[in-house]
């Protein structure tokens, strides 16, 4: 038999010392909690590379890796006096807690052009890896020891943090000065927190508390987070405004909150303080002398849109537009109320192991979208570089990615339910039948459950 009788494959270069794969840690520890570390993926052939090498990692729970891009690292070197070729990507990727970490294999897609065999591709797992990340020893110099992982939730590991607070009314600062003022019933006051950190992605920083204080009512907008790179130096900003309406006179208290900061430049941790708030409120605001040219505050705006809802349901009513169903789903889309009740339900589910549910939540959530023609937010985009609200809706996202990846069909329907359900654009729907495609078979412990839609045109699932 010829010795290239057989067809090659990546593992058959790599027993015969064709082909190199190695993993390695390019920062060096001791590691920190939230710290960016990067790991290097090396592939290297005595022959060329047909294309470039694409690097999955694992889905980890507490682990953030930054999206892939650009071009991998290029170069040659010497192998036994033969020169070879290699690639290199670079994974950036944060520790989300303190402890040890097993992270598991790297998926690395590899094309070689060899001599005998022409193009030989395919997938080659790398070895796992072990590292542990510690907490600063700024944090328990400050005597916080005994509640480390409250200290994890408001922790940025960063050479640069600045920070800003500001309140206005209206569209009018308030100073120091104006702070000590009364104000009346009526009156509303938005705070607005500005966090931006060098070297972390948008999504890991930290979420500051919403206080439920009676007497007022709270709004609390979704978080605007932006990430931006400038010669390969990544920023993450998020922007967190909550406004507050005084519904009853008093004294009204929010606490402090503090986000600890450990400059790695200077190896020291700083508390970043978010001050306390303290409104003196007296009695209801006066109408008769109001200057009806002034801005609406947020409250009337409220009083405002209720009525006309109210108004609206009264004609509806009277014409015969509106049976009960139709008044439910009109109250529905003012109050958002399925919405709220759908993230809930998401991340049950998701934690659940229901990966059929979860799908039919983020359907349904597409179809609020496009039969209320209103602008709703689940605070998460899917884009590249994009910001994210949060860890666990990265690992939802990388979850469903990796359960839906049997063939490139299969691929491609799950991007487009994501991208459906997410993105802030329009896009494609997804019909019914191909939303039944993709929910044929669900992998369970490793086998495949087949699934049997629904015979209803749409897909529903009870929030309740």
Known sequence: MSPHSYSATVESLIDTNQLTLDIRMKTTGPFIVKQPIVIQVEVATPRWFAKGIQVTPPAFNDIVFLPITGSAITGTKKVNGASWSYLIREITLYPMHLGAFELPAFQVFVSVNTENDGVVEGVINTAGFEFTALMPKGITELGYSNDLSLIEEKLIVSSKVDISVSQTVGNEPLDKIDLKRSFKVGDAVTQTINISAKDVPAMMLPVLEHYQVEGLSIYQQPTQLNDRTNRGALTGTAKQTSSYIFETSGVFNIPKQIIYWYNTDKDNVIELVVPAMSWSVGGAAKNNNKDRSAPLLPNEITIGLIAIGLLSIFLLLKLGVFQTASIKKYYLSLTQNEVRQLKLQLRKQYHSGDYTSVCLLLY?????????????????????????????????????????????????????????????????????????????YIPVNNTYQYFKPSTKSSYNIDLN
Do not use: C, W
């Open 364 to 440: 349904r959530y597409f179809q609020l979208k496009t039969d209320y023609k209103i602008e709703l937010n689940l605070n998460y985009k899917i884009a590249p570089n994009s910001a994210i609200e949060s860890h666990e809706q990265t690992t939802v996202v990388n979850s469903l990615r990796k359960v839906f990846n049997a063939d490139s069909h299969q691929t491609a329907l799950i991007e487009r339910l994501l991208s459906q359900a997410y993105s802030e654009g329009d896009t494609t729907p997804m019909t019914t039948a191909e939303f039944e495609q993709l929910l044929a």
